[in-house]
């Protein structure tokens, strides 16, 4: 067994190629909006609407609104289906799955504050709140192949040992890629070569074209507990802060197989790499905001969200097996033979960006009298600063300064990959006494930089009905979503790999039951 501090190099080297794939870099800030049917229905917007307990997530200024109590559930289907396109072969493959919209309790009352002077008297407003909401949900699955006649995954190998001309090194220094391919002859070493002064070939047969497969197999969630606090003075003012917890679970299995596209017996038949990532943790964030009514009709809202602090443990196998026909014939390795029979581990901190809102809502036929309102127009509008996110190394596992290099060199990665983008919201609902309609469109912006990535964009489109009588409520809501994207199932730094154009599709479902207290 190597010994920790080789192991934890490769470990990185490992954490490297995983986190710096477009869909895993964007893992925990690139999400779509979750809540409550009612908020799902108008496109998430809730930064300045208020009255809803997804208010916490969103701007808990809204809590403020609030002069009794919600005790709100929220069950959700959801179910994705991702079409692929790469090297001119289309692929489908879809998931569905049980989730949770913003679930909770929210406890409000109004009261008067007397003092001196003109403003001897005021009406104020106080409620807390209490909510589990699934922020981001990580279960699709993606499929897609292609005949590839212009390079191989094991070039990525070739890279990594660039240099290298000891074989034991390459045999045993990179135990989640290069020492796998090698020890099973995915790779292999120049005819000719000395001991310390080798050069190393690909078995795959390029010229001839390679049936390349790449298969994923994601799932987990970040589901946050919230705890805040809302207030009002006059109803015209209205301020809160939530807490946030998150907690993360995430789990990804990826096969990437190419084969020998002939029927010829070339000494190689395909080889396959199998990834294994599980990601654990949990962190804080804070959210802050502030509604203000000029008129009765009109609300404005800002908020801001801080980063996220994560503190996260991977846990990482990979598996290489490789059929050579009549030179080496069928050869498996996994990494666990370098790792005393256990999985790599890695804890790190994760910090997302920050997070910043305004808002604005015209009520119709704006009343204290909520059951004589008419409906409402609201439209949000966030900044998200991509490029903000970044990794830190805890001191706690290991401070070494290569480690801190590596992390640097990844938030500078980071830093040219991503840029800041516009998020927009908008929505409305129509009431007719007891019942409601809403409809809603939410837009969330390219997070790539325009030299580094083809565009990405997300769409969603929703509608609803409600229903509120003698202080129970339901609500049901349709969300479509459709995005666009492209996945790399490796990169090369010595010439440019054709990446997969993924059209993923969404569905989501959300039934909120409610009761006034």
């Not at 070939?201 to 790449?214: C, D, F, M």
């Amino acid at each position: 067994m190597k010994n920790y501090t080789v192991l934890l190099c490769c470990t990185l080297l490992s954490f490297a190629v995983n986190s710096q794939e477009p869909a895993d870099a964007l893992r925990f800030a690139w999400t779509q909006p979750n809540g409550t049917a009612r908020q799902q229905a108008i496109g998430g917007a809730m930064a300045s609407l208020g009255g809803d307990l997804s208010a916490l997530y969103v701007n808990p200024a809204g809590l403020g609104f609030y002069k009794t109590g919600d005790l709100v559930l929220s069950p959700a289907y959801l179910r994705t289906r991702n079409t692929s396109s790469y090297l001119g072969k289309s692929e489908t493959d879809q998931r569905g799955t049980i989730g949770l919209g913003t679930t909770g309790v929210v406890t409000g009352t109004q009261f008067y504050e007397h003092g001196m002077g003109k403003r001897s008297q005021q009406k104020r407003t106080g409620a807390f709140g209490i909510a589990l909401n699934q922020t981001a949900q990580f279960n699709s699955n993606l499929l897609y192949r292609g005949l590839n006649t212009r390079n191989s995954y094991s070039q990525r190998f070739l890279e990594e040992i660039s240099g290298i001309g000891d074989a034991n090194q390459v045999a045993q220094n990179f135990p989640f890629g290069s020492s796998l391919a090698f020890n099973t002859f995915w790779i292999d070493t120049i005819g000719g070569g000395s001991s310390g002064n080798f050069r190393y070939k690909s078995r795959a047969p390029v010229s001839t074209g390679l049936l390349q497969e790449y298969c994923e197999r994601s799932r987990g969630a970040v589901n946050e507990l919230a705890l805040g606090y809302g207030g009002s003075v006059n109803d015209k003012l209205y301020f809160g802060f939530t807490l946030g917890i998150p907690f993360v679970f995430f789990n990804r299995t990826t096969t990437f197989t190419e084969a020998d596209a002939t029927l010829d017996m070339n000494n190689f038949d395909f080889a396959s790499i199998e990834q294994r990532l599980e990601t654990n943790g949990n962190g804080l964030n804070l959210k802050v905001g502030v509604i203000y009514r000029p008129a009765p009709f009109w609300r404005f809202g800002l908020a801001i969200h801080t980063p996220t602090w994560l503190r996260l443990t991977d846990i990482y196998s990979a598996t290489v097996t490789t059929d050579t026909e009549n030179y080496k014939s069928l050869q498996t390795q996994s990494s666990s033979i370098f790792t005393n029979g256990e999985d790599a581990q890695f804890t790190y901190f994760h910090f997302t960006p920050y997070r910043f809102l305004v808002s604005g809502s015209y009520v119709i036929n704006e009343t204290e009298d909520v059951t004589r309102q008419k409906g409402f127009l609201t439209a949000d509008l966030e900044y998200v600063n991509y490029k903000a996110s970044s990794f830190k190394v805890d001191p706690e596992m290991d401070n070494s300064q290569s480690t801190r290099n590596y992390f640097s060199e990844l938030n500078t990665a980071i830093d040219n990959a991503y840029r800041g983008a516009l998020n927009l919201r908008v929505g409305g609902e129509l009431k007719f006494t007891t019942l409601m309609t809403r409809v809603g469109v939410a837009l969330l912006g390219n997070p790539y930089q325009k030299n580094h990535s083809p565009a990405a964009s997300r769409l969603q489109l929703s509608g609803g009905l409600g229903y509120r009588n003698k202080g129970n409520f339901i609500d049901l809501t349709y969300v479509h979503t459709a995005g666009t994207d492209t996945h790399y199932a490796y990169r090369l730094t010595q010439q440019p790999v054709e990446g997969a154009a993924i059209q993923s599709q969404g569905t989501r479902v959300v039934l909120t039951f409610g009761h006034k207290f």
